[in-house]
């Protein structure tokens, strides 16, 4: 049976006072970043995750590139990164001149995995990137340990796991610094978007300029110079008012998203096991000392084949179910920017192996049931 209706993989999520949010900007003399919208934002966002410093950006891969910058990455330099995970981080670094040094995950979560960090460790290691799979935490333990062991400042990859928590602490204030991503695809949006969190005063006083060409602007708005000028390098990482006015509806309502995208996630988990494990089907599972965001519900097939003929099984049945990033390792930009002291073999085997089944807020019952009537109708291969 053909559906004439194709349930997405992912809907942006509306709020209720985006438009007026909106037209409020057009109606004002400030359109430009900076304004009362990036404010409110900034502040709500700061509630959320009790970061100290924080400022919006354009984009979760600009908070990245901005992240590069303050830690001074250059020519010589080496960043360990989990092999799975978005290319931008890695562009972060290579941006700079430094090598991607890439290591492999742990199997059971799809995060950077510490003991392979801990092998790849050099003298010329600068930093250690880390991503939130899914918006659960990696093993921030033993991650903590070798970034105080060895000296070298965590940036966490949160566009995944904003709300989220690990033992109680929040995802993305862990490390030096964090990043969060804004994309439509995301749980909070601005269709596109970023914010970049700093624990250090320092660092913000720096990020302040390089968001804003590398100048001293924010401090000549503040009334502490009386005139700017080009400081540092930087990059126009400012979004617009309009970006900053819909994203400050997405958080007024952000417990309401949240709740509606774990009511997705449950319903999933509540439905899903028995088939699982008839047909050698991992599901997504969380720790306990974990806070999971709802952002994803993968599962991993126990082979490839599995994976490619459900998706294709799904889509038959009008029903969006994706895989996931490509490992950078083997990509051909990993081959020109990084190296790969241990091949990253878990990482190949996860990507291979994974599908994500549609989540967002909007979803109702009559989307849940059909997503789980698919893939229940699915029989996986012998």
């Not at 969380?286 to 490839?304: G, K, Q, R, S």
């Not at 009008?318 to 990482?347: E, M, N, Q």
Request: include cysteine; charge should be negative; aromatic fraction near 8%.
């Amino acid at each position: 049976m053909q559906y004439e209706t194709t349930i997405p993989f992912s809907r942006p999520y509306r709020t209720k006072e985006s438009l007026a949010n909106i037209e409020a900007v057009l109606l004002s003399d400030h359109a430009h970043g900076d304004g009362p919208f990036t404010a409110a934002a900034t502040t709500k966002l700061k509630l959320i995750t009790g970061a100290p410093h924080m400022l919006l950006t354009t984009s979760c891969t600009h908070a990245l590139e901005m992240a590069g910058l303050l830690l001074d990455f250059g020519v010589g330099d080496e960043v360990i990164i989990p092999s799975f995970t978005f290319p931008s981080a890695a562009d972060s670094v290579a941006l700079r001149g430094a090598t991607c040094v890439f290591v492999d995950i742990d199997a059971s979560t799809g995060n950077i995995d510490p003991d392979s960090v801990a092998a790849a460790i050099t003298s010329r290691t600068k930093a250690i990137y880390v991503m939130h799979y899914g918006g659960v935490a990696a093993d921030m333990e033993a991650l903590l340990s070798l970034s105080e062991q060895y000296g070298l400042p965590i940036v966490e990859d949160n566009a995944h796991g904003l709300g989220g928590t690990w033992r109680g602490r929040k995802l993305g204030t862990m490390g030096v610094m964090g990043t969060l991503s804004f994309h439509d695809t995301k749980n909070i949006h601005c269709g596109e978007g970023g914010a970049i969190l700093i624990s250090d005063q320092v660092l913000m006083s720096r990020a302040e300029m390089i968001r804003e060409k590398g100048t001293d602007r924010a401090r000549f708005l503040r009334g502490s110079v009386d005139k700017y000028t080009w400081q540092d390098l930087g990059s126009s990482y400012l979004p617009s008012e309009f970006n900053a006015a819909v994203l400050s509806s997405q958080l007024d309502e952000f417990d309401i998203i949240q709740s509606r995208r774990r009511y997705v996630w449950d319903a999933y988990s509540r439905a899903l096991p028995e088939w699982a494990t008839a047909n050698r089907v991992q599901l997504m599972s969380v720790p306990a000392d974990h806070e999971h965001t709802a952002h994803l519900f993968y599962m991993l097939t126990a082979i490839e084949q599995d994976r490619d003929d459900l998706i294709s099984h799904l889509r038959t049945l009008g029903i969006s179910a994706p895989f996931h990033y490509l490992p950078l390792d083997t990509s051909p930009a990993g081959y020109k920017f990084g190296r790969t002291p241990t091949p990253c073999v878990r990482s190949m085997d996860f990507s291979s192996r994974l599908i994500r089944l549609p989540l967002w807020a909007s979803m109702d019952d009559s989307h849940i049931d059909r997503v789980v009537r698919g893939v229940t109708s699915f029989r996986a291969s012998v």
